[in-house]
């Protein structure tokens, strides 16, 4: 449910042969990252719906040896937010909520939060705490929490908001959560059922459904178990760490993810989306547009997507998801009809969603290899570039240490990389396309990742 963080989408170097087809450099691709460890998944790229490329990588169940296959379920993730948002329009639809009715309408007992609504809940910025951090703090670990949960601890303990509504845009699993709860309380139905009749069943997405593996186990033949690393690096579920872990006792909750869903039923939906089988077009502008927030910032997300004006591609519309084992993306190019959809069960430090390289193939453009030459550094020659790296306005700190004579990279809150020299002060991590350039004298860094380019600097 949690949003992926910054550093999982990513490119991949890959050495591009002119003659081959767009399917052979997609294989290539994603051969490449699979023997790297960096990809473990489905993948289906299309073409104003037409499949240009659609494969699996890698094994759905760790102990048994199963394999995974194109029509493999698994969890979605924050991906579900999508099909969350669209609950949301289909009960303003059938008259039943309006974008702008407050929160507290339907869920009273945060009528304390003042006058945060439906509308700023769907795009980010009601300014809401971090439910799992006050489950983390305030929950009986060996209990199962459900929607109604986050609104009975909410209301005992009174969290203080993150800003005023619409104030600032922060992405919150809180939102989602509480929206899942809105549409069981303004349909009467629950978020499982309203899902699958409104929306699942009339577009015959038939592998789609509300699944809690922990809390409501049930048969799926074909599914694929989620996996993490634990701290000796080995596969391992997120079970293992026990029942007080929180994909345990959060898995009752709906509404930031638990949609489970396979590469044709995603498919559907995309195809869907680009008819008025369930929205028209002026529902669809809402699912579609970014807004601002009173501080004058373009929040970039929609109605359950991340918005993005592109100078190269056009309009993109996409969403990522992270959660017990599972990365997932999807991303849709409106102005050419291009769609991409990633769904993965590891989630290490190793895996990436290589969503630039793959729009290269799609329009037909070279992937850009790394051309330094290697270097082998004594354990010495790294103490130049240790420390604690900073950027104005950049949430992440990098903290650059050694591990004998390999350098080594960790962001904040995030599992620590091992880097490889080259030339000229260059430090790279492959499988995820991270470069760091050094510049001793000046003491900062500069990292390059896929499109984004950041500037760090040593603190003191």
């Known amino acids: 449910m949690k949003k992926i963080t910054l550093l999982f989408i990513l490119t991949f170097p890959l050495f591009t042969i002119a003659q081959k087809s767009k399917s052979e450099r997609f294989d290539s691709l994603f051969t490449a990252l699979h023997q790297k460890k960096a990809f473990n998944g489905n993948v289906l790229i299309a073409e104003r719906g037409n499949i240009l490329f659609e494969k699996s990588y890698g094994l759905a169940n760790e102990d048994s040896k199963q394999k995974l296959n194109t029509q493999t379920v698994f969890e979605l993730a924050s991906v579900s937010k999508q099909f969350t948002a669209m609950g949301i329009v289909l009960l303003a639809k059938q008259g039943k909520l309006n974008y702008d009715d407050k929160m507290s309408k339907f869920i009273p007992e945060l009528g304390f939060y003042g006058d945060i609504t439906i509308r700023q809940l769907l795009h980010h910025t009601a300014g809401l705490p971090d439910y799992m951090e006050l489950f983390e703090q305030h929950w009986d670990k060996t209990k199962f929490a459900v929607n109604q949960d986050i609104v009975n601890l909410m209301a005992m303990h009174k969290p203080a908001v993150l800003f005023q509504p619409n104030e600032k845009y922060e992405y919150s699993n809180t939102g989602y959560a509480l929206l899942g709860l809105i549409i069981e309380k303004a349909s009467k139905k629950s978020f499982a059922n309203y899902l699958k009749d409104n929306i699942f069943t009339p577009l015959k997405m038939k592998n789609t459904l509300v699944y809690r593996s922990r809390y409501a186990p049930q048969k799926i033949d074909n599914y694929a178990l989620g996996y993490v690393s634990d701290s000796l690096g080995r596969k391992v579920l997120t079970d293992s760490f026990g029942k007080s872990f929180y994909t ?11 949609v489970n869903s396979t590469l044709g039923d995603l498919l559907l939906w995309d195809r869907a989306l680009y008819t008025d089988k369930l929205v028209n077009s002026t529902d669809k502008s809402l699912l579609f547009t970014s807004v601002k927030t009173t501080d004058g910032n373009e929040t970039n ?27 997932t993306f999807i991303e849709r190019h409106l102005d050419h009809d291009k769609t991409i959809i990633l769904l993965q069960n590891n989630e290490t430090v190793l895996t990436v969603i290589p969503v630039s390289d793959v729009r290269k193939i799609l329009y037909n453009e070279k992937i850009e290899t790394l051309s330094l030459k290697a270097v082998t550094l004594k354990s010495e020659d790294l103490d130049q570039y240790l420390g604690v790296y900073a950027s104005d306005g950049f949430p992440l700190k990098l903290t650059i240490f050694k591990n004998e004579n390999t350098l080594m990279t960790q962001a904040t809150g995030q599992g620590a990389i091992p880097m490889t020299a ?12 991270i470069k760091l350039v050094f510049n001793p004298e000046e003491k900062t860094v500069h990292l390059k990742q896929g499109n984004m380019e950041v500037l760090f600097k040593l603190e003191q």
């Open 248 to 258: 345990y006792y959060l898995d009752g909750i709906v509404g930031d993810g638990m």
């Open 301 to 327: 997300y929609g109605f359950g997507w991340a918005i993005k004006q592109d100078e190269k591609y056009g309009k993109i519309v996409n969403h990522s998801g992270s959660w017990a084992g599972y990365i």
């Open 422 to 433: 080259y030339e000229n002060h260059t430090f790279t991590f492959d499988p995820a396309n």
